[in-house]
């Protein structure tokens, strides 16, 4: 009996047996197969070679300083003018209680992003890593995506490599992944103009590569992006990945369109979310840890993508924040860790508890 019975799959399946990298068509073929049991498993043998039975998950929080930015990106249900009822910007005090409550309740990391707030002087960023670390020095501050970076730079009139220098040495541990949204042009100026294009945020996070910091990479998709936009999204990344290494996770990120400009649009089905994370896992090849993040996916979903190449499903996140609350599949942004144990557990698979930069985290002996 064949692998499948859709001829590029067979095709396809000996490259990724021998370890070969896919091309860009074949990225295309897999999304387009609609043998969806043939494309899990041959993801699934990818997942299963790098890293077994093992699925990690951590307990987080996630801290969203701002939703005052001037950008008004058209996925975006989050963000608010300066002038607006419901804006916000969080003081360092604010900052240091959310955090504390974080680690009271077990957080190793502190997910930190937020609009692009011209109000704010540099030095609330710096002060605000420093008072944490002052206040938390083994929590992991994992602030600021490459679009942040980009906008410190050309407000504050900086330098890359200062902006960078100066987040690290106030106590930036490393960076997330959003902002990357959809690099193909011109899908990603019809979605969000105001951002940084493409190349500059591969660019941005091979800076901050080279500064020592790890960072995880995202994909918006189930848009108005083509098949296409995808495929050639991880080529770009899987090449960033080349030259800085830096790179320790992929979440794709499955589009919600409520509350949005494009909320006319259904957004992605499990079929597209799962495909989704199969494809990524075989073309994206250097990339060690593909993540389900399941308050986008839904928990059902983010559980069975574990036997479609994910290996992580995020965390706790313990209190989703506001930026989580307006993208969330269902309307759930907590999640216990028994609970979280329990769905890989159910799903055939070992948790493994981790810090943010896949240590195991071993509470006993904590």
């Known amino acids: 009996m064949n692998f499948s019975f859709d001829t590029k799959l067979n095709f396809i399946a000996a490259k990724v047996e021998a ?35 093992t699925t990690y998950f951590n307990v987080n929080r996630h801290f969203n300083h701002t939703n005052i930015c001037v950008a008004d990106c058209k996925f975006c249900g989050f963000y608010r003018r ?31 992003v937020g609009g692009l707030n011209t109000k704010l002087p540099f030095t609330y960023y710096t002060d605000l890593f420093s008072s944490l670390k002052r206040e938390f020095p083994a929590l992991h501050l994992k602030a600021l995506t490459m679009v942040e970076l980009d906008f410190f730079a050309r407000f504050y009139k900086m330098s890359d490599e200062d902006v960078i220098g100066k987040l690290k040495a106030a106590g930036m541990d ?49 848009h108005i992006e083509s098949i296409e936009d ?4 991880f080529v770009k ?23 949005t400009a494009l909320s006319s649009l259904p957004g992605p089905d499990a079929i597209d979310n799962l495909k989704t994370i199969a494809v990524s896992r075989l073309m994206i090849d250097n990339f060690d840890h ?4 399941w308050v ?10 574990l036997h479609f190449g994910a290996n992580d499903l995020d965390g706790t996140i313990t209190d989703g924040g506001e930026l ?34 896949y240590n195991r985290v071993d509470r006993q002996a904590a």
């Open 230 to 233: 995808r495929v050639d999204h």
């Open 174 to 222: 490393s960076c997330p992944g959003g902002g990357a949204e959809i690099f193909a042009e011109p899908t990603r100026s019809r979605i969000c103009d105001h951002k940084c294009d493409g190349e500059r945020w591969l660019e941005l996070a091979g800076k901050v590569h080279k500064a020592g910091l790890k960072t995880n990479a995202t994909m918006l998709y189930g």
């Open 324 to 357: 989580t609350h307006s993208y969330s599949n269902d309307g759930e942004v907590k999640m216990s860790k028994a609970e979280l144990i329990t769905m890989i557990e159910n799903a055939g698979f070992e948790a493994v508890e981790r810090d943010t930069v």
């Open 82 to 112: 300066a002038r607006q009822e419901d804006a916000y910007t969080h003081s360092i005090a604010e900052g240091i209680e959310i955090a504390r409550n974080a680690v009271n309740e077990g957080a190793t990391e502190l997910h930190i």
């Open 296 to 305: 986008m996916l839904g928990k059902q979903t983010a559980q069975t993508a």
């Open 19 to 53: 370890g070969e990298r896919l091309t860009f068509d074949e990225g295309v073929a897999l999304y387009k197969t609609d043998d969806l049991n043939a494309l899990g498993k041959l993801a699934d043998f990818v997942r299963r070679k790098k890293h077994g039975r």
């Open 237 to 259: 990344l899987r090449e960033q990945q080349d030259k800085t290494g830096g790179f320790q996770c992929f979440i794709p990120l499955a589009f919600y369109p409520n509350g």
């Open 290 to 293: 593909i993540k389900a993040y």
